[in-house]
């Protein structure tokens, strides 16, 4: 009897040990892409180096997908009416872009400037700087150039948000913010599931913004950041159109080396938070 009381004893100890039993965690996987690794092609390569540069950041434009990319246009660059099969987001790096009707006056829109462009709708694209970059998001594909003659009416509307025009704040459902001077404001999505907002990172920060959920992608607008590893072994030089993404929760270290403000964009998937080294 007392040999069957051992012997039940060790099982419920085992079964025990079993149940509490903690996988080890898996350290989240983080992709850093810098503005200087990005290989470049062309947004139609049929039309070679007369259609605009572009670059996949995350995503690929030729498939049904979403994706994120760059695209950079000449000094004087200016598109022959079109339409696209689906609706693109736009963010303006360098330069002044227009992009409205055909025969809207021009409104140049200088770098942190924000428009959407719905399926369907016949429009233009200039550019007017010597050096002009976007960031491109489309949340379906593949991203097709198609004539104006097949226009149609998806139901959405066209936004042109001047970056002069644009509200930004100290803390909202997007974000918790707990550091000095930092602010953000809302571009487009539901906070439920994806959205897309900007955040403004003052002089001198160093802190972090930390991720809690399956979606987090970051490209750097103005300005520029240094980019810490978690093992702090390594730091990298994140100018405008850099990138950095994780697909778990993950705190993402970074410093403002630029001489003003920076801002990033950010896509995610769940509230994030910013934080100074005094609030971390």
């Known amino acids: 009897m007392k040999h069957l009381k051992l012997a039940k004893l060790t099982i419920a100890s085992l079964l025990v040990s079993a149940s509490v039993y903690i996988a080890p965690s898996v350290q989240a996987e983080t992709k850093v892409t810098t503005a200087e690794d990005i290989n470049w092609g062309y947004l139609n390569p049929a039309r070679g180096d007369k259609s605009p540069g572009a670059a996949d950041l995350w995503g690929d434009r030729t498939k ?6 760059l695209v950079r246009f000449n000094k004087g660059f200016e598109s022959p009416p079109h339409i696209h099969n689906i609706t693109y987001r736009g963010i303006v790096i360098k330069g002044e872009m227009h992009n409205d009707d055909p025969n809207a006056a021009k409104m140049w829109m200088p770098t942190g400037s924000f428009w959407t462009q719905p399926a369907g709708e016949d429009h233009t694209t200039a550019a007017n700087d010597k050096t002009n970059l976007i960031y491109l998001e489309i949340d379906e594909g593949p991203y097709l150039v198609q004539p104006s003659k097949e226009h149609f009416d998806n139901g959405e509307r066209p936004v042109n948000l001047h970056v002069d025009n644009m509200v930004w704040l100290q803390e909202s459902d997007l974000v918790n913010i707990a550091a000095n ?10 906070t439920n599931s994806v959205y897309g907002t900007l955040v403004k990172l003052p002089k001198g920060f160093e802190g972090s ?9 970051a490209v750097v607008i103005q300005g520029s950041l240094s980019y810490i590893d978690e093992n702090k072994s390594n730091a990298r030089t994140l100018n405008a159109g850099s990138y950095v993404a994780s697909s778990t929760p993950a705190k993402h270290r970074l410093r403002n080396i630029s001489d003003d403000e920076t801002i990033v964009y950010v896509r995610a998937s769940s509230k994030y938070q910013v934080n100074d080294l005094v609030s971390r």
Not at 64 to 69: E, F, K, L, R, V
């Open 64 to 69: 049904d997908t979403a994706t994120g990319m």
């Open 181 to 190: 001077d930092v602010s953000a404001t809302y571009l487009w999505g539901d």
């Open 209 to 217: 913004i930390t991720s809690s959920g399956d979606e987090f992608k």
